[in-house]
């Protein structure tokens, strides 16, 4: 490991004075588990932050941040990790880490949740599904609440109950001076408002309050799959079948080469496939009636959409989605699925090479779209579709070619574009975190991070420039 770093980040001395009041683990370059924890999701992201700084509390994390401030040093903040471009390390700089943050308090009478920055999704589903309840989050259990709430949220639920960002009552934050605040409607509304959608450009969230919402605990959930020679008619089918759907059904419609998993037969491994993967929130029997068209169309060549715990369903993906491997997403919205979007689907579906390569093109709609589109940052919610073109591979070997295959079917998609997802984004510059806002509101987005860090102390993210 090189060491150029080491000694010339921080004054001598520095650390062990913050170490004295800190609570949590303080972890340079030359301590054992710093490899570990400047780990992130993305395997292809390689950075060696001047500390790591894992918080136990609130305290830590204002201790953190005047340390960084004063040490004039970048701060990367992690929750759990998952950023696709690697957002939430840095080299050099100070990594805030809140992973050990892992507080969960439901409480079942006033149906809400109060949330630690470190909890990861399948922790909070875990604790709320023990009621019955849930909160809309995303469709990998180990993927962070913080980082995928302060972006939007989109999950299995979201045509029901809206996204995470709709479901949620209140924030607790760190400022870029160090300042604590709490933002919700009543207070700090502008607040409020930007860190619905805005990521972490204005200051560390430590504690969320989210409402709950009853879910299962079982659900009519899974996907079924057809041969992608069959695509253009499944997804056409699909499409015209959506059309009219009620808010409980959410799909997401998935190419990919079958995976190497227990629930797939041996001799459809690595077959291309379609599928469309689905989640009725409401009752199985309800479910079982809305989903036998789809279960019924074409020749399938597995169905494995059934009755099972909504727990069971939330980890469905989990294992397609390991830590470690090299991840690279395009992504877009488009407005619908018309023939010449689908054709293109088809065709760069048929080219997929890696046996972990995949496109989720996810639904939207319902509870999403009925939210005043002015309510929060978040932007995309009159999207018909939200595309996520996964090009991976599990080590360097052939990243370039998948990366390749993943830009040019976002390209072939360039007419269609409308928004873009900002939690979807790789490091791509301005002027696409410009497109994920839309030009109104990143504006307004400028004069909160103006107001709120004019100094863009909280810069790795996908920035909102103050000037
Ligand atoms: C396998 C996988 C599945 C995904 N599935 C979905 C999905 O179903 N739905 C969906 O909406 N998105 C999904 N995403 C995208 C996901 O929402 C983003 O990658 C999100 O940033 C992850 O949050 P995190 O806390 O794990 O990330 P981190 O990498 O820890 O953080 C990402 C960024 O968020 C900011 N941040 C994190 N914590 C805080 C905090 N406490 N305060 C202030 N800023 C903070 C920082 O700017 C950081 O750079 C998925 C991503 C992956 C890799």
Redesign the pocket.
């Known amino acids: 490991m090189s060491s150029w770093w080491r000694d010339s980040v921080f004054e001598a001395g520095a650390v062990d004075e913050l170490q004295r009041s800190f609570h949590g683990d303080l972890i340079r370059p030359e301590d054992p588990g710093y490899d570990e924890h400047r780990k992130?999701?993305n395997g292809s992201i390689d950075r060696n932050p001047g500390l790591i700084a894992r918080c136990a509390g609130v305290a830590d994390v204002r201790a953190a941040v005047r340390f960084s401030r004063q040490a004039d040093q970048p701060v990367?903040?992690?929750?759990?990790?998952?950023?696709?471009p690697g957002?939430?390390v840095c080299d050099r700089g100070v990594l805030i880490d809140?992973g050990r943050m892992k507080g969960i308090r439901i409480d079942p009478d006033a149906g809400t949740a109060r949330v630690q920055?470190g909890v990861l999704l399948g922790e909070l589903d875990r604790e709320a599904q023990e009621f019955g309840l849930a909160v809309p989050s995303?469709?990998?259990t180990h993927?962070?609440?913080?980082?995928?709430t302060?972006?939007?949220?989109?999950?299995w639920i979201q045509r029901k109950y809206g996204l995470a960002i709709d479901q949620l009552e209140s924030v607790d934050m760190i400022t870029a001076d160090g300042e604590f605040v709490t933002a919700s409607e009543d207070r700090n509304a502008d607040l409020f408002w930007g860190v619905r959608g805005g990521?972490?450009n204005f200051?560390?969230?430590?504690d969320f309050q989210f409402r709950l919402n009853p879910v299962g605990p079982y659900v009519m959930a899974g996907p079924v799959f057809w041969a992608m020679e069959d695509a253009p008619e499944v997804l056409r089918f699909y499409r015209d079948w959506i059309a009219d759907c009620p808010d409980e059904l959410m799909t997401i419609a998935v190419q990919r080469r079958a995976p190497a998993l227990p629930a797939i037969p041996p001799e459809l491994v690595g077959r291309l496939i379609v599928a469309i993967a689905a989640c009725y929130a409401g009752s199985v029997e309800d479910g079982e009636r809305i989903l036998r068209p789809l279960k019924e169309f074409g020749s399938p060549l597995l169905d494995l959409c059934e009755p099972k715990p909504f727990l069971a369903h939330q980890m469905m993906f989990d294992a397609s989605?390991p830590h470690g491997w090299w991840?690279y997403v395009r992504a877009c919205d488009v407005a619908a699925l018309d023939d010449d979007v689908i054709e293109i689907v088809a065709e760069h579906g048929r080219r997929i090479v890696s046996p972990i390569s995949s496109v989720a093109l996810w639904q939207m709609g319902g509870a999403v779209a009925r939210v005043d589109d002015d309510a929060t940052a978040f932007n995309g919610r009159k999207a018909g579709f939200t595309f996520n073109i996964n090009g991976n591979t599990k080590t360097s070997d052939g990243f370039d070619e998948e990366r390749r295959w993943a830009r040019d079917y976002w390209s072939a998609l360039g007419p269609h574009h409308t928004s873009v997802?900002v939690?979807?984004l790789m490091d791509e510059g301005e002027d696409r975190v410009r497109q994920a806002y839309g030009p109104d509101k990143y504006d307004r987005l400028k004069a909160l991070k103006r107001e709120y860090d004019p100094t863009n102390f909280y810069r790795?993210?996908q920035n909102i420039e103050p000037d």
């Open positions: 992130v999701w990367a903040v992690r929750g759990g990790g998952h950023s696709f957002l939430s809140l920055a995303g469709i990998v993927t962070g609440v913080a980082g995928l302060l972006g939007g949220g989109t999950g990521g972490g200051g560390i969230v430590t989605f991840y997802y939690n979807f790795l993210n």
